[in-house]
Structure formats: structure tokens, C-alpha cells
């Protein structure tokens, strides 16, 4: 399996699709990042990709491996990355079987 791209090698490719310095690249890169972050709270579309949003965990019981005691893990909210329908089927039935 090949590696993820990094941060700087996004941005890279960025710049050179659409003919920007990476600097201007880099920018917009990071205000997308800022927005999706304040705005999460309210559920942030990222359009064609998915969606990010706020959920609320309940109180459950759970176990400790070490010991195998049983404690109370406390309720949440925790933040949750819905894939879009779109992305699942460009990346998902894109590619031929590799069976």
C-alpha cells in the first residue's frame, strides 16, 4: 500500500494544478483548516468529500483490560467525519477488482 501524502506534498500538488506559488496554496490550505475547525460545531461540509460534525456520546460501562474491573466511562461529545456518497463511490467503485 503507498504512503499518504504529507502536508507540503499536498500543498504542492495544489500549487502546480492550479498555477498558484505554494505560499498562496499553503494559505488557503490552512484557512480551510481554521474554518472546518470553528465551524464544526455547527457540522462543516467539505462538498464532494464529506462532512464533519458533533456527536454526542452516552454514558456506557466498560472494562478494564489490565484488570478486567468494570468502570464507568463517562458521556461525550466527540467529532465524526461522515464520508459523502460521492467520495465513497469515486474511491471506493473507481478502480478495477484487484482480485
Same mark, same amino acid.
Given at each position: 500500500? @503507498? +504512503? ?8 504542492? &500538488?495544489? @500549487?502546480?494544478?492550479? /498555477?498558484?506559488? &505554494? &505560499? ?15 465551524? @464544526? ?8 468529500? !464529506? ?10 460501562? !466498560?472494562? /478494564?483490560?489490565?484488570? !478486567? ?5 463517562? *458521556? +461525550?461529545?466527540?467529532? &465524526?467525519?461522515?464520508?459523502?456518497? *460521492? ?9 478495477? /477488482?484487484?482480485?
Amino acid at each position: 500500500m @503507498a +504512503k499518504a501524502l504529507t502536508k507540503s506534498q499536498i500543498i504542492a &500538488k495544489l @500549487a502546480d494544478s492550479t /498555477n498558484q506559488p &505554494k &505560499k498562496v496554496s499553503k494559505l488557503f490550505f490552512d484557512e480551510l483548516t481554521e474554518l472546518a475547525y470553528k465551524e @464544526a460545531k455547527n457540522s462543516f461540509t467539505f462538498p464532494g468529500i !464529506g462532512k464533519l460534525v458533533l456527536v454526542d456520546r452516552k454514558a456506557r460501562t !466498560g472494562r /478494564n483490560p489490565a484488570t !478486567g474491573e468494570t468502570i464507568q466511562i463517562p *458521556a +461525550k461529545t466527540v467529532v &465524526k467525519f461522515k464520508v459523502s456518497k *460521492a467520495c465513497k463511490e469515486a474511491v471506493l467503485y473507481s478502480k478495477p /477488482n484487484s482480485k
